[in-house]
């Protein structure tokens, strides 16, 4: 891959990471990226066992990044036990990358079934039916569950938020912004909190940028 671009300054940075992020993913949007709102994200649990999947950014706002799982998933489990998350925005076809460190909470109640209630029918159904990272026997299993939820939840009615489903936000401690550059020079600069974990995070005072070596 070629890597010829302008770069990244530290002069073109907003004054916080969220409105920086805010500024990519709208370029990756425009672009159009396929996926752009797609994310690795990475946990460990109590034995330090890690593991990674790609979820879907579902928000940004001035608590950090927000997504959504079943809690008694591989990824709910290992949060309950080491709630500290890495989040990777792959923007490749951009020569960008975002990464993003931090603490993981759950979203309140309230929230995760407000958000629930905007999801079509049918991953509301897929939500109920799947218990998520357990071993099934084979796909009629599954088809089989989805079919009985759709029995229980008449066409028509309310599907109820499933209590093992909900909304996590990642507070950041750090967040990298990596651009390509030739010769392999990339730039990679990164904000680092330098306030309260649970301060508003869209404060440019709440942040300091430095720049590591690629």
């Known amino acids: 891959m070629s890597y010829a671009s302008a770069g990244l300054a530290e002069g073109d940075l ?21 996926e752009p709102h797609a994310m690795v994200l990475a946990t460990a649990d109590a034995t330090g066992q890690p593991s990674g999947r790609t979820v879907l950014l579902k928000g940004v706002d001035s608590r950090g990044f927000l997504f959504m799982s079943n809690y008694t ?24 990358q975002v990464v993003v460190i931090g603490r993981v ?8 079934e407000a ?22 026997g084979d796909r009629g299993e599954l088809e089989a569950r989805y079919s009985d939820v759709g029995e229980r939840f008449p066409l028509g009615g309310e599907v109820p938020t499933p209590e093992a489903w909900g909304g996590y936000v990642v507070r950041p401690d750090t967040v990298e912004f990596w651009h390509g550059q030739v010769s392999r020079l990339h730039d990679r600069l990164e904000y680092v909190r330098v306030v309260d974990e649970d301060a508003r995070l869209d404060d440019p005072a709440a942040w300091r940028v430095q720049r590591r070596s690629p």
């Open 105 to 112: 909470e759950r979203l309140e109640r309230a929230e995760s």
């Open 73 to 96: 998933s591989r990824k709910g489990r290992a949060l309950a036990e080491n709630p500290q998350a890495a989040l990777v925005f792959p923007w490749f076809a951009m020569l960008r």
């Open 115 to 136: 958000y629930f209630a905007t999801r079509p029918r049918g991953s509301q159904l897929a939500a109920w039916a799947s218990a998520q990272s357990a071993v099934i």
């Open 14 to 34: 907003a004054g916080d990471p969220l409105a920086q992020f805010g500024r990519w993913l709208q370029d990756a949007i425009d672009a159009p990226l396929p």
